[in-house]
C-alpha cells in the first residue's frame, strides 16, 4: 500500500496529561471511531490534515476523496466499490508534481509540475491541492482558499 493515515488520538485520559497518540494505519473505520486529528499521506506527501470530522464530512483533496468512495458501505445492502484508477507512483522515481496527479481524475497541468501547497481551507483543515487555489477552474464540492501555508 501506498498510502497512509495518520492520526492524533487524545482520549479524556490523555488531554488530562497533555499527550496524544500518533496512530498510523489504513483503516478509515478505526480513525472515524478513535481519532480527533488526522493527516491523509500519499506517496510521502501530506495529501491534506484536518479534524476527524473535517476529513469524513469535507474531504478536500481528490485522493481523500477517493479513500471514501473505496471502502464499503455498511448501511447501503450490495453496492460496487469504486477503486482508485491508475497505479501508485514509483517512489524511487517520484513525479516532480503532485504525487496523486497521475490518478487524480481532476488533474490540470500545474499538478504535473509541481506539488500544491497546503491551502487554509478552514481553521482546522488543511489540503494541499490546486483546487483550492483562487484561480483554479470551478469543482462541485471544493472550497476555495483565501490563504496559502
Request: include cysteine; proline fraction near 10%; hydrophobic fraction near 35%.
Amino acid at each position: 500500500m501506498y498510502f497512509c493515515i495518520i492520526a492524533s488520538i487524545t482520549p479524556c485520559s490523555f488531554s488530562l496529561l497533555s499527550t496524544s497518540i500518533i496512530f498510523i494505519t489504513h483503516d478509515l473505520g478505526v480513525i472515524a471511531e478513535v481519532c480527533d486529528d488526522v493527516v491523509v499521506m500519499y506517496g510521502g506527501m501530506v495529501m491534506e490534515k484536518g479534524s476527524v470530522n473535517d476529513i469524513f464530512y469535507n474531504p478536500q483533496h481528490p485522493y481523500t476523496k477517493g479513500l471514501h468512495r473505496s471502502i464499503p458501505k455498511v448501511t447501503k445492502g450490495k453496492s460496487r466499490l469504486i477503486p482508485i484508477e491508475g497505479s501508485p507512483p514509483d517512489l524511487m522515481n517520484p513525479p516532480k508534481g503532485c504525487p496523486f496527479s497521475s490518478r487524480c481524475p481532476h488533474a490540470m497541468e500545474v499538478c504535473m509540475e509541481k506539488p500544491a501547497p497546503a491551502f487554509i481551507v478552514s481553521e482546522t483543515q488543511q489540503s494541499a491541492c490546486w483546487l483550492q487555489h483562487p484561480e483554479s477552474p470551478k469543482v462541485v464540492g471544493y472550497t476555495k482558499s483565501k490563504e496559502v501555508i
